[in-house]
């Protein structure tokens, strides 16, 4: 990697903003394969009023949308007078905690031949812990000069390095004109010298990054495991992960009905009863009730103990409850 193409911001979240500023207008739109991170709908749209155009996956065994799902996607922004502008992937992902396969590239290929810009935000790179197959999709599939202008990558402190108060994001970009505006604009959110100096002087200590990057992945690793053990131990489904620090349960099997409504009186009965917090669905813009993101990396292996007996014992309460009700 070239130096000279990585432009620093104070955290990814700067990062988009910029972007979505360089690269959009206002009212523009940007493709995002649901569900995705909640707050990547401030971050396009609090500014720079850009619109985010969910796309809801039919196949949920990968939640990677077809190439006519897009089209649908942006068939149906531009009868609102919506352009999409960019495709917006997170790989790993959150909230699901997988990585795209190398057949999603053509998702990408679809987007730079539409002159999109595809931006991967990539704050999980270093938290896999699962198989994971490499994928190298700017030197197979597109020619140098469109990857340079419409391929780019977002990186942070935050996760994988759990920094997240250091505030330090990155932007990997060979484009010309959006490195030129980082010069100028990147000063409003830049990272002090100070900052930049220390983790550098981190960086540069490849026994411990090494270390370290092991030791948190094999960490994530036990805590997945924890979890996902308890929630095969009440027959819970869950989109298996490899990555990051999520898991996407499903629990539409605890809904009083398939709406909105009931997933929100289900966290809330959660969040009360368990006093476990998990995301609901419905802010990761998916489309079908009944489904959360599980947060599992917060907290050591005993303490997350706790919350899975908790939420384990909560599942099986209310499975007894229905069969009295319905006996
Ligand atoms: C996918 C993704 N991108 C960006 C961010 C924000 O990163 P930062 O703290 O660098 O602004 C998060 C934080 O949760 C995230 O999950």
Redesign the pocket.
């Known amino acids: 990697i070239d130096p000279s193409h990585i432009c620093i911001s104070?955290?990814?979240?700067?990062?988009?903003d910029l972007f979505f500023f360089a690269t959009c207008d206002p009212g523009d739109g940007c493709l995002i394969p649901a569900p995705y991170?909640p707050?990547?709908d401030n971050?396009m749209n609090i500014r720079n009023e850009v619109a985010p155009l969910p796309v809801q996956p039919k196949d949920t065994h990968t939640y990677i949308p077809t190439v006519a799902e897009m089209d649908a996607a942006v068939d149906e922004a531009a009868k609102r007078n919506v352009r999409a502008r960019v495709l917006l992937i997170?790989n790993p992902?959150?909230p699901l905690g997988t990585l795209y396969p190398e057949a999603t590239l053509k998702l990408l290929l679809w987007a730079v031949r539409r002159e999109m810009h595809v931006l991967s935000?990539e704050?999980?790179a270093n938290s896999k812990f699962g198989y994971v197959a490499q994928n190298a999709v700017e030197e197979k599939l597109l020619s140098p000069e469109m990857v340079a202008e419409f391929v780019h990558t977002?990186y942070?402190?935050?996760?994988d390095f759990g920094m997240?108060g250091f505030?330090?994001?990155c932007l990997h970009t060979k484009n010309g004109d959006l490195l030129n505006l980082w010069q100028n604009m990147g000063m409003f959110a830049a990272v002090s010298n100070d900052t930049q100096h220390a983790l550098a002087v981190m960086l540069q200590d490849d026994t411990f990054v090494d270390f370290y990057v092991e030791e948190n992945k094999r960490r994530l690793k036990n805590s997945y495991n924890l979890l996902t053990s308890a929630f095969t131990s009440v027959k819970l489904n869950y989109m298996p992960a490899c990555a990051?620090m999520f898991c996407w349960l499903d629990l539409r099997s605890l809904l009083t009905e398939c709406t909105f409504e009931a997933e929100r009186a289900l966290w809330k009965e959660i969040l009360e009863d368990c006093k476990v917090l998990l995301t609901p669905g419905e802010a990761c813009h998916y489309a079908e009730p009944g489904f959360f993101r599980v947060c599992y990396a917060s907290m050591p292996p005993e303490h997350l103990q706790v919350a899975c007996t908790r939420l384990t014992s909560f599942v099986e309460k209310k499975r007894r409850k229905r069969k009295l009700s319905s006996a």
């Not at 104070?10 to 988009?16: D, E, I, M, N």
């Not at 942070?156 to 996760?159: A, E, V």
């Open positions: 104070s955290g990814v979240t700067a990062v988009l991170f707050a990547f971050d997170t992902g959150n935000d704050i999980y977002a942070g402190m935050s996760k997240n505030r330090v994001g990051a």
